[in-house]
Structures are given as structure tokens and as C-alpha cells.
């Protein structure tokens, strides 16, 4: 695959992707709270299952054109990478910024967000990739950052840092998995 076609592609994938994303909003639900469901989606309402939701389409996206031909270029690597870490950034500056001016969360302003970011993201991708002349270095720092991301994502959905601005779900004030209301609900039934 050459560099305009997954530039056609990337391009076109926008919209499917915030869908997609979406989506994932809900899959740990429809799963019966399934764990490995639980790295792709989101199990609570913290800002960082929005970033995670974003981030895992895009890879899956990534991932699928990399294989596809992708690898024949020694800009994609580095380009995805600086796209999927231009998520969390774009999200949480995004909507920050808003709820500085609305003082709270509106559920049509985080969807747009959700999409633009999206939009962000594959600019930065498509833009990298058509101009970034790649040396060996990049390539493989690039691959260890990326794999990296994906680790942390994997991570923190079970084991999340205790910072009060990302991780938190802003209903309940709780964390990771715990934060979901039907698995605490189950926790205290326990005890």
C-alpha cells in the first residue's frame, strides 16, 4: 500500500472510528463485564476510559494498515505513534478548555470532542507520515513508546494512578474497575 492510499484511508476512517469508539463506551456492559472487554473499553467514566476509547480504534486502524503495507515505510511507525500519543493531550486540553467556559460536562460538547480528537489524531498521522523522513533510531524509539502506550492502557484500566483529574470517575469518586457501579454494588454485596 503506498503513502496516498493510507492517507485516502486514514482520512476516510475518521468518522467510523469516533462510531466505533463510541461504541466502546458500552462494550464492557454488553460483555457482562468481561476483563479482557474491559481493556477496550470503558468501565467507568473518567477521563482516561474517554482517552481509551479513542485511542483503541485508532490502533486497531493503525495496526491494520501497518500490515497492509505500512511497514514499507519508515515514517509510519513514528507518525502512529505521534498520533496516539496526541489523544490524551488533545482530549484533555479539549475538554478542559470547555468546561472552563460551560463550568461542567455537556454530553454533546464530549461526543465532538471525542471526534475531533479523533480528526486530530489522524491529521497528525497523515501529516507525519507524507513528510517525516524516518532514521532507524526514530523507528525503534518510536516502536518502544508505542508499545509502551499500549501497555499503560492495558495497565491502568485494572490498576489506575490515584490522580484526582484523569482517573477519577467524577460520579463516584472512584477508580478503575471499582468505579463501575455494578461491580461495587457486587463488592459490597460480598461484604
Do not use: C
Amino acid at each position: 500500500m503506498n503513502v496516498d492510499s493510507i492517507i485516502t484511508v486514514s482520512w476516510w476512517m475518521i468518522l467510523p472510528l469516533g462510531i466505533i469508539g463510541s461504541l466502546l463506551h458500552f462494550l464492557f456492559d454488553w460483555t457482562g463485564h468481561n476483563r479482557v472487554a474491559a481493556i477496550f473499553s470503558a468501565v467507568n467514566e473518567s477521563y482516561w476510559e474517554r482517552i481509551k476509547i479513542a485511542v483503541w480504534p485508532v490502533v486497531v486502524l493503525h495496526v491494520a494498515l501497518f500490515a497492509a503495507g505500512g511497514y514499507q515505510h519508515p515514517s509510519f511507525l513514528p507518525a502512529s505513534t505521534i498520533a496516539l500519543y496526541s489523544i490524551p493531550i488533545s482530549m484533555i486540553g479539549l475538554i478542559f478548555l470547555y468546561k472552563a467556559i460551560t463550568k461542567r460536562n455537556v454530553l454533546w460538547l464530549d461526543i465532538t470532542v471525542f471526534f475531533i480528537v479523533i480528526a486530530i489524531a489522524q491529521a497528525i498521522f497523515v501529516l507525519i507520515l507524507g513528510d517525516l523522513a524516518a532514521s532507524t533510531a526514530m523507528i525503534v524509539l518510536s516502536s518502544l513508546f508505542f508499545v509502551g502506550l499500549l501497555a499503560a492502557f492495558s495497565r491502568f484500566t485494572f490498576r489506575p494512578p490515584r490522580e484526582p483529574d484523569v482517573f477519577v470517575d467524577p460520579l463516584n469518586q472512584k477508580y478503575g474497575l471499582r468505579a463501575h457501579p455494578d461491580l461495587d454494588a457486587e463488592e459490597r454485596m460480598r461484604h
